[in-house]
């Protein structure tokens, strides 16, 4: 009977990671596939989809809104600590095709994390993001590598130099694999049909405390969204103020990724109840 239950297990944890390639390779599109159906806005979809997908595998409970919150205290406290470390300096993190990968590396080790609490029997309701912080950090390590190696497949070049043609692209691949454009396609659906936060994730100054000119500089400096806002630590929003032109000297940012996590997930009532408590951002 042992024996049935580990291999029952470690097939549902064969089927779990084949979900997370997959979904890796959704995530990455925004840089390696020619077609407009990744980008910041849809990522979380795309993240939350996988963990569905990969709830069912293990028959665990789902809830869109738990899984949206467990995704950015990950994601969150992961770009703070390690992502700024995968690409040097701010701007060139947050820009194109950089950004997409680290989207895909982040996809990879969110199922990683996810597959091994569900194959140890936990929920979504008994997931700690806190404990599970170093194990994802590793996961995001490896997710680097296996971002890295479909680039590699699909240009087949490992550094593709800037006077050389535009290396190929996805779509022989896809144009030859029917099915996998099929299975794209009905994704890019399915993350559109989301109930996606109805805001503009550009505009900063949803955030209380942030003015036109603190907007500028943030996204002088590479905070160019939400998405990105949510994912960063405060004192890493201060020394940027700190460095820009002009006088930031009141602007608090302790309540800032907070505000913007709750901003792109969609919780209107908690964001609201939070800014009522502030006064400029504090």
Do not use: C
């Not at 049935?4 to 997370?20: P, S, W, Y």
Request: glycine share 8%; aromatic share 6%; proline share 5%.
């Amino acid at each position: 009977m042992a024996d049935t239950t580990q291999q029952n297990t470690e097939e549902r944890q064969q089927e779990a990671q084949k979900i997370t390639r997959r979904r890796t390779l959704y995530a990455a599109g925004a840089g390696l596939i020619p077609f407009p159906i990744v980008d910041a806005a849809a990522l979380l979809g795309i993240q939350v989809l996988m963990i569905r997908d990969i709830a069912k595998v293990f028959e665990v409970d789902f809830k869109e809104q738990r899984v949206k919150s467990l995704i950015t205290a990950l994601v969150g406290d992961a770009a703070a600590v390690g992502l700024f470390k995968f690409i040097p300096g701010l701007g060139t993190f947050f820009g194109g095709a950089s950004a997409a990968a680290i989207g895909a590396a982040s996809t990879y080790a969110l199922g990683g994390v996810f597959t091994q609490h569900f194959s140890q029997g936990g929920t979504l309701l008994d997931f700690d993001p806190v404990k599970s912080r170093e194990f994802f950090e590793r996961e995001f390590e490896k997710g680097k590598q296996v971002v890295a190696e479909m680039k590699t497949r699909a240009t087949g070049k490992k550094e593709p130099e800037e006077s050389s043609p535009e290396p190929p692209s996805y779509r022989d691949l896809l144009e030859q694999n029917k099915a996998l454009y099929a299975e794209i396609i009905a994704l890019s659906k399915e993350v559109a049909a989301m109930q996606q936060p109805k805001i503009d994730v550009g505009d900063l100054q949803i955030v209380e405390g942030i003015g036109p000119k603190v907007e500028a500089a943030l996204k002088a400096a590479g905070i160019t969204d939400l998405m990105h806002l949510a994912s960063a630590k405060p004192e890493n929003l201060k020394a940027i103020l700190d460095n820009a032109e002009g006088n930031f000297n009141l602007a608090n940012p302790d309540s800032w990724p907070r505000q913007a996590r709750l901003a792109v997930t969609g919780d209107r009532k908690a964001l609201k109840e939070l800014q009522d408590k502030l006064v400029g951002g504090r």
